[in-house]
Every structure is written in structure tokens, then in C-alpha cells.
């Protein structure tokens, strides 16, 4: 049974739309959620918490209706939302011990551990934390009541590289009992690489791909070559390219690689595919 | 039960400013003051509730509480709870000073005020039913709006102390409303109950239809 069962969401905005928006997430995985700003994020990470009340679609956690049940899913959720911007006149520890009293599964070592690994201090308020000591903190609130979904938006944002390799560390343990999910949002696309084995990728409240992260990079190829080289009948079939003075870099369908033969052929990663796919003219003019 | 429980227990611990304390004890003192109009001393909790609501904006409480294992129906009846928690405390603490506002000032013959006795807790009552009915309903209506609401709000409490003090000592017949002897004090226990079950209806009713809002509000 999927943890987390996403079906058919729509809200919409004044300026904005989120056109049925499906996913689900299998125990076990962990899950990148990518696209431009704007492009529905959190608008669907919204809608799945029941911050937003979605016009149409159904949003289900091990089974059972969210809004429903949306107490008891919590319990056994991990949110965060961004970096840590609530109660700023407050200290850590004040924050820690009235979250603890919401959870039947809080466990203060846990907790004592991750504040520890992210150098946490008790005493300092919200307001004395730099925007990535408030993304951990919003972490370690996340990680310490055995959540069997964490549920992620933007967590490494503001977080230097080594504390990133920290987090990613952190995620692969804690999926690694084949239990536990995560679903996170992102625009450090590396990371992605680092650790996804799904990927989503949302674009103007659509979601236009998804499945897992080696099948979708598999299906893209990156060709290379000189401007002569970048024929009509190429600039066709290329998802998006780009043209500079040496050449030219595109992105390809991998079913279409036949169409690029002699021209340089490299692995996609998932920064270009999003690269390329957003794209709203094939060209990109480098400055 | 026990996430109400605990939501009013994140309310005390990281929403209510300090200063709410400060007005307990204004509305305790300004019982003191002899032949004054003494529905204004438990006015000043309104701001002290004015003061948590815009603060809950400033911490962004409502998207913390959306992170929390509770519904937004819990949320709302705590938040009512609490209110009304301020707002019992403030009269409770009016009590004693009351008291002994009518031993002190038990030789003013023809008081132009109401003195200290049931009625201004009935009156003080149905001011905050009123107030609680339009500042809190609008916190959580689609904007979440608190300050111009809570004016509304304290304007509608002043209307109404300032009319019930003008019904009483200006209508004839009425004078069992105005003095505190025991066999008046008597006299005025109905009146008491009756504003008693309006605050509570008003506030039973303000939460639902807050919750009914709520539910539709984007965080």
C-alpha cells in the first residue's frame, strides 16, 4: 500500500492553477519535488497538509482520508515548511518541549541526537538563528517523532554544502529501514542526484513527469556540437538548446538519439532536463 | 480533547504576551476607583487579546498549528478557551477589589454609577460577548484580519457599557440594579445568569461559525 496517495488535486487561484495533480509515494523512498518557483510546490504540499482546501481530488496517507483523519496522519507525518520563522522571540527549548506534548511518539534523545548533529543551541531564540540553523531546527523538530513520511519543502535551502552531504546522509538513513518515506521539495537539483529514487517535476501547476530518477535521466540524452551542426530538422526534435560561440549544447529524447549521430552524446542530469523543459523558446542566447 | 489541551497549552507557553498580566490588574484597580463607570476596568483585557491576535500573526502561529497533529477546529476552540480564560480571570481578579470598593465607598449616598455588584458583571459580560463575537470571527475569516475587528470590537463593548449604564441609573425603577445591599444584590442574581448564558452562547456560536471559516481559509 502506497504511504501517501495523491489523486487528482485542483485549486485554483486568481493567477494560478494546480490541474490535477497525482503522485504516490511507496514506503521506502526517497522522493525529489522539483519545479521553477511558482510552479505549484507548495501549493500541492499545501493542499496535501490541508493548509489549502483543494477544489477537487483526494489526498490519502496509509490509506486513509487526510482530511478525514487529519489528526491522526499527522501524528504521523514530519513537516517542515522552509526555514524555522515562527515564534522568533522564543527560545529553542521553550519550542521543543510544547511539540513534544503533540506527539505520542516524541522521542527526547532523538531529538538530543539531531540537535547535537546539526549543533543545535537550546537557549538561542528563533530570531538568533541564521536561515540555515532555522532550517535544522526545523529539521530536528521533524525527525524526532518517528514520522513515516517527512514531508520536506525546501529543507536544504540556506544550508551550506557540508551540512546538504549532512542532511542527505540523514535522509538515506532514515529511509533505509524500508519503512519510512520522504517527500521533498528542492531547486538544488544536485542534491536530487544525490539521493532521489522518484523524482516529480511540476511545471505551471502540471505535473509533467514523474517516475523514478535513473529512468527519467535514462530518458534524455545531452548532444554537443558546432553551430553548423544544430540543422533545422534538429532544432525540431531538440526538448531546448542552447547556442554560443563554440556550439551548441540541446537536450534530446533518448528515442530520438538517432537524429544526433556524429554529435557529441552525454548523460542528462536532472538540473538539464528542468533546464530545458522550461524553456518557453527552444533557444537559449548565451550573454 | 487532549490537542485542545495541548494547544492551549502552546498558547500560554509561546502566544500570550506578558503584558496580558499587567491588565488583570488594571481591571482589579480601577475597581477601586469610587463611583466610576466599572465596565471600563475590564475593558483593557480586550487589548490584551488584540495583543495575543496580532501576535499569533507576527509568530505565524496559524501555519505552525497546520504543521501540528490537530485540525483547525482545535485550534479554534482553543483559542476560544483561552479568551475566555482572559477574560474570566479579569473579572475574577476584579472580585476582591470590588469587594472592597463596596466596604469603602459604602457611605456615598446617591452614587451616579452602578456600584460594584452583579450588574456590572452582567453588562461586562454581554460587552464581551459582543466584542469576542466580531474580533474573533474575523481572525480567522479569509484575511485574518485582528486590529480594525478589534476596534469594531472595543467600540461595540463602550456602546454597550455606556448603554446599560444609561438604562440603569437613568430609568426609573432601576434603582435595585445600582446598589449592592444584599437583598438587591439578590434582585439582580437572574440578570446575571441570563448574560452569563448569552456570553456563553455568543461564544459557542462565534467558534462555529469561526471554525466554518476557517476551514475554507488558505494558510
Same mark, same amino acid.
Given at each position: 500500500?502506497?504511504?501517501?496517495?495523491?489523486?487528482?488535486?485542483?485549486?485554483?487561484?486568481?493567477?494560478?492553477?494546480?490541474?490535477?495533480?497525482?503522485?504516490?509515494?511507496?514506503?521506502?523512498?526517497?522522493?525529489?519535488?522539483?519545479?521553477?518557483?511558482?510552479?505549484?510546490?507548495?501549493?500541492?504540499?499545501?493542499?496535501?497538509?490541508?493548509?489549502?482546501?483543494?477544489?477537487?481530488?483526494?489526498?490519502?496517507?496509509?490509506?486513509?482520508?487526510?482530511?478525514?483523519?487529519?489528526?491522526?496522519?499527522?501524528?504521523?507525518?514530519?513537516?517542515?515548511?522552509?526555514?524555522?520563522?515562527?515564534?522568533?522571540?522564543?527560545?529553542?527549548?521553550?519550542?521543543?518541549?510544547?511539540?513534544?506534548?503533540?506527539?505520542?511518539?516524541?522521542?527526547?534523545?532523538?531529538?538530543?541526537?539531531?540537535?547535537?548533529?546539526?549543533?543545535?543551541?537550546?537557549?538561542?531564540?528563533?530570531?538568533?538563528?541564521?536561515?540555515?540553523?532555522?532550517?535544522?531546527?526545523?529539521?530536528?523538530?521533524?525527525?524526532?517523532?518517528?514520522?513515516?513520511?517527512?514531508?520536506?519543502?525546501?529543507? *536544504? /535551502?540556506? @544550508? %551550506?554544502? #557540508?551540512?546538504?552531504?549532512?542532511?542527505?546522509?540523514?535522509?538515506?538513513? !532514515?529511509?533505509?529501514? +524500508?519503512?519510512?518515506?520522504?517527500?521533498?521539495?528542492?531547486?538544488? *537539483? /544536485?542534491? @536530487? %542526484?544525490? #539521493?532521489?529514487?522518484?523524482?516529480?517535476?511540476?511545471?505551471?501547476?502540471? !505535473?509533467?513527469?514523474? +517516475?523514478?530518477?535513473?529512468?527519467?535521466?535514462?530518458?534524455?540524452?545531452?548532444?554537443?556540437?558546432?553551430?553548423?551542426?544544430?540543422?533545422?530538422?534538429?532544432?525540431?526534435?531538440?526538448?531546448?538548446?542552447?547556442?554560443?560561440?563554440?556550439?551548441?549544447?540541446?537536450?534530446?529524447?533518448?528515442?530520438?538519439?538517432?537524429?544526433?549521430?556524429?554529435?557529441?552524446?552525454?548523460?542528462?542530469?536532472?538540473?538539464?532536463?528542468?533546464?530545458?523543459?522550461?524553456?518557453?523558446?527552444?533557444?537559449?542566447?548565451?550573454? | 480533547?487532549?490537542?485542545?489541551?495541548?494547544?492551549?497549552?502552546?498558547?500560554?507557553?509561546?502566544?500570550?504576551?506578558?503584558?496580558?498580566?499587567?491588565?488583570?490588574?488594571?481591571?482589579?484597580?480601577?475597581?477601586?476607583?469610587?463611583?466610576?463607570?466599572?465596565?471600563?476596568?475590564?475593558?483593557?483585557?480586550?487589548?490584551?487579546?488584540?495583543?495575543?491576535?496580532?501576535?499569533?500573526?507576527?509568530?505565524?502561529?496559524?501555519?505552525?498549528?497546520?504543521?501540528?497533529?490537530?485540525?483547525?477546529?482545535?485550534?479554534?476552540?482553543?483559542?476560544?478557551?483561552?479568551?475566555?480564560?482572559?477574560?474570566?480571570?479579569?473579572?475574577?481578579?476584579?472580585?476582591?477589589?470590588?469587594?472592597?470598593?463596596?466596604?469603602?465607598?459604602?457611605?456615598?449616598?446617591?452614587?451616579?454609577?452602578?456600584?460594584?455588584?452583579?450588574?456590572?458583571?452582567?453588562?461586562?459580560?454581554?460587552?464581551?460577548?459582543?466584542?469576542?463575537?466580531?474580533?474573533?470571527?474575523?481572525?480567522?475569516?479569509?484575511?485574518?484580519?485582528?486590529?480594525?475587528?478589534?476596534?469594531?470590537?472595543?467600540?461595540?463593548?463602550?456602546?454597550?457599557?455606556?448603554?446599560?449604564?444609561?438604562?440603569?441609573?437613568?430609568?426609573?425603577?432601576?434603582?435595585?440594579?445600582?446598589?449592592?445591599?444584599?437583598?438587591?444584590?439578590?434582585?439582580?442574581?437572574?440578570?446575571?445568569?441570563?448574560?452569563?448564558?448569552?456570553?456563553?452562547?455568543?461564544?459557542?456560536?462565534?467558534?462555529?461559525?469561526?471554525?466554518?471559516?476557517?476551514?475554507?481559509?488558505?494558510?
Amino acid at each position: 500500500m502506497a504511504l501517501l496517495e495523491v489523486k487528482n488535486v485542483c485549486k485554483s487561484f486568481e493567477a494560478f492553477e494546480l490541474h490535477d495533480v497525482s503522485f504516490e509515494i511507496e514506503p521506502g523512498y526517497i522522493v525529489g519535488f522539483i519545479g521553477r518557483n511558482g510552479a505549484g510546490k507548495t501549493t500541492t504540499i499545501k493542499s496535501i497538509l490541508n493548509l489549502t482546501k483543494p477544489d477537487a481530488g483526494t489526498v490519502r496517507f496509509m490509506g486513509r482520508n487526510m482530511c478525514e483523519h487529519e489528526s491522526d496522519c499527522k501524528q504521523q507525518l514530519g513537516i517542515v515548511l522552509g526555514e524555522f520563522n515562527y515564534y522568533s522571540d522564543k527560545k529553542l527549548k521553550s519550542i521543543a518541549k510544547v511539540v513534544s506534548r503533540f506527539y505520542s511518539n516524541w522521542s527526547y534523545e532523538t531529538y538530543c541526537n539531531y540537535s547535537k548533529l546539526f549543533s543545535l543551541d537550546e537557549n538561542k531564540r528563533v530570531k538568533e538563528l541564521s536561515a540555515g540553523m532555522k532550517v535544522k531546527f526545523a529539521l530536528a523538530l521533524a525527525l524526532s517523532h518517528d514520522a513515516k513520511l517527512l514531508i520536506l519543502d525546501e529543507p *536544504t /535551502s540556506g @544550508l %551550506d554544502p #557540508v551540512s546538504r552531504n549532512e542532511l542527505m546522509d540523514v535522509f538515506r538513513s !532514515i529511509v533505509s529501514d +524500508g519503512e519510512h518515506s520522504i517527500l521533498f521539495s528542492t531547486q538544488i *537539483t /544536485s542534491d @536530487l %542526484d544525490k #539521493v532521489a529514487d522518484y523524482v516529480i517535476y511540476i511545471k505551471q501547476g502540471k !505535473i509533467i513527469m514523474s +517516475g523514478d530518477r535513473e529512468s527519467i535521466i535514462n530518458g534524455f540524452r545531452l548532444i554537443q556540437g558546432s553551430s553548423d551542426e544544430l540543422t533545422p530538422t534538429l532544432k525540431d526534435i531538440l526538448i531546448g538548446y542552447n547556442e554560443n560561440a563554440f556550439g551548441f549544447t540541446g537536450l534530446i529524447h533518448e528515442e530520438d538519439i538517432q537524429h544526433a549521430e556524429g554529435l557529441r552524446i552525454a548523460k542528462a542530469d536532472i538540473e538539464s532536463i528542468m533546464l530545458f523543459n522550461e524553456e518557453t523558446r527552444k533557444e537559449r542566447t548565451m550573454i | 480533547m487532549k490537542n485542545i489541551r495541548n494547544l492551549v497549552y502552546k498558547e500560554l507557553k509561546l502566544l500570550i504576551h506578558p503584558v496580558t498580566i499587567i491588565y488583570f490588574f488594571v481591571s482589579a484597580g480601577m475597581a477601586l476607583i469610587p463611583d466610576y463607570p466599572r465596565f471600563i476596568g475590564p475593558f483593557y483585557i480586550l487589548v490584551g487579546i488584540m495583543i495575543t491576535m496580532s501576535t499569533e500573526a507576527q509568530y505565524r502561529d496559524k501555519e505552525f498549528c497546520g504543521i501540528l497533529p490537530v485540525t483547525k477546529a482545535e485550534t479554534v476552540k482553543a483559542r476560544m478557551i483561552i479568551v475566555i480564560l482572559m477574560e474570566m480571570i479579569t473579572i475574577l481578579a476584579s472580585v476582591p477589589t470590588a469587594i472592597a470598593a463596596a466596604a469603602l465607598y459604602s457611605d456615598i449616598a446617591e452614587p451616579s454609577m452602578i456600584a460594584p455588584n452583579f450588574i456590572v458583571i452582567a453588562e461586562v459580560l454581554l460587552g464581551y460577548a459582543a466584542a469576542n463575537t466580531i474580533m474573533v470571527s474575523a481572525n480567522y475569516r479569509k484575511r485574518f484580519k485582528v486590529i480594525v475587528p478589534s476596534i469594531i470590537g472595543m467600540l461595540v463593548y463602550f456602546m454597550l457599557g455606556g448603554f446599560c449604564e444609561l438604562f440603569v441609573t437613568a430609568l426609573p425603577g432601576m434603582e435595585f440594579m445600582r446598589t449592592n445591599t444584599a437583598a438587591d444584590l439578590l434582585r439582580q442574581i437572574p440578570y446575571l445568569i441570563v448574560s452569563l448564558l448569552i456570553y456563553l452562547l455568543a461564544g459557542y456560536l462565534t467558534c462555529r461559525s469561526a471554525i466554518a471559516s476557517y476551514e475554507k481559509a488558505e494558510i
